[in-house]
Every structure is written in C-alpha cells, then in structure tokens.
Nanobody, 124 residues
Framework: QVQLVESGGGLVQAGGSLSVSCAASGRTFTIFAMGWFRQAPGKEREFVAAASWGGGRASYADSVKDRFTISRDNTKNTVSLQMSNLKPEDTAVYYC?????????????????WGKGTQVTVSS
C-alpha cells in the first residue's frame, strides 16, 4: 500500500500565493504519475495538475494554467503544488493522488491512491 499525506493548506487573500505538498510512503516503488485534484463544497472533485514519473511532462486544468506549478522530487517521494494569484474560486480541499502508471491523467478514477486532503481557503 501507499500512503499520501498532504500539508501546507491554509487561508490566503485573493492575489496571494500558497504551496501545498504531498509526501508518499509505503510501497512507493509501485507509483509513478502523481496529481492534484480539488473539491469545493457541493461540487465534484476536479483535476488541477499532474506530473508524469520523470516530472518532465506536466499538465494543468485550464482554470489554473499559468498560475499553478506542479513539481516532484522522486528522491524524496514528494510532489508539490505552488499556487499564485489565487482567486476565491480556488477555495477547496486539495487532494494528492498517485497512480501505478508512468503517464499522468486528469481522470480521478485512474488514480490508485489518495490522500485525505488539505483545505485551501482564498478570501476576497
């Protein structure tokens, strides 16, 4: 099994920046691509960003492109999401996810492991 633990959420004003991180433990040799998803109250979980195993190919939702940056450190089994120019609509619980495939995906059901999430709140 693989355990994912997110950290770094919090409250920030609109236009500000925040970073969330995810640490993987357990059978980490079985996971490859990693991603970030978010879920706001009353809404479905949505894709935010993902990175392939080598980290060289990142993908982003259109709503966060040019504002968010995903990065990973395979030596430390961590993946981070740097968020800038935050907007109130970015408020959500942010989840880290990992899948047993080298190619990243924007589909939640293609991920095998999930963290419990960290709250990000952007005030207007």
């Amino acid at each position: 099994q693989v355990q994912l633990v997110e950290s770094g959420g919090g409250l920030v004003q609109a236009g500000g920046s925040l970073s969330v991180s995810c640490a993987a433990s357990g059978r980490t040799f079985t996971i490859f691509a990693m991603g970030w998803f978010r879920q706001a109250p009353g809404k479905e979980r949505e894709f935010v960003a993902a990175a392939s195993w080598g980290g060289g190919r990142a993908s982003y939702a259109d709503s966060v492109k040019d504002r968010f940056t995903i990065s990973r450190d395979n030596t430390k089994n961590t993946v981070s999401l740097q968020m800038s120019n935050l907007k109130p609509e970015d408020t959500a619980v942010y989840y880290c996810a990992a899948r047993r495939a080298t190619r990243s995906s924007s589909a939640p059901d293609e991920y095998d492991y999930w963290g419990k999430g960290t709250q990000v709140t952007v005030s207007s």
